[in-house]
């Protein structure tokens, strides 16, 4: 045996006594709202007996309807259409972000990343102009405080061979393995003054710069 339908339903509640209806003043048959508490009104003259699944098919509208106050909590009725429709791409948001804190949860037996703070060691300059050495071709004249100067001071370490940019805004602090903020915008600007120089190469000889 089929399922009945909600209309069936209503008939059969209406006829057990459980679905209450009156005569309205325009003489159609207003059927009380089985979940909430409006009266819906029918095109059943109520001079005929509610007697057909079809006369309840205004109910049936009604509560299928955002004008049925219980519409949100109508699940238990029917299953609810909109609702996965609604939950799924929130299930799939919530989903991704909910797996951090539980993965971060549960790796918390794993020794936790130590953030080792040290002194930021500056950005070693990678000078890639090969027509003459580093001293002979870095602008070392715009080194210092004067207007137009660059952004940071270059250190020479291990005799000459390595030398090491730290920005006039260093913070002086820097995690492992890294360097400041201030410090890692170094390269950038040591590549535009290699570009400079590497044209200047074309037209004049460094050596007699300064
Ligand atoms: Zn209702
Ligand atoms: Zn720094």
Known sequence: PAEPTPCEKYLQLYQSGHLQVRRSDSSHWELKC?????????????????????????LEGHI???TCTAYPARA???PPIPSPRKASPFMAKYGRSSSLPLEASSAQSAPVPMVIVQTCPGSPVDWPVQVG?????????????QPGSLSFDVEMHN????????????TGEAQLNSCCPQCTKIPAEV????DLALQADSRINHRYLS
Do not use: D, M, Y
Request: charged share 20%; proline share 8%.
């Open 76 to 78: 238990s009725t029917a």
């Open 64 to 66: 299928r309807s955002r």
């Open 191 to 194: 590549q535009k003054l290699a």
């Open 159 to 170: 005799r000459g061979t390595k030398i090491v940019g730290f920005s006039k805004q260093c």
């Open 133 to 145: 050495s580093f001293t002979e071709t870095f602008p070392f004249h715009r080194i210092g405080a």
């Open 34 to 58: 089985t979940i909430c508490p409006k009266w819906i009104k029918t095109s059943v003259p109520s001079r005929r007996p509610l007697s057909i699944p079809n006369h309840f098919s205004v």
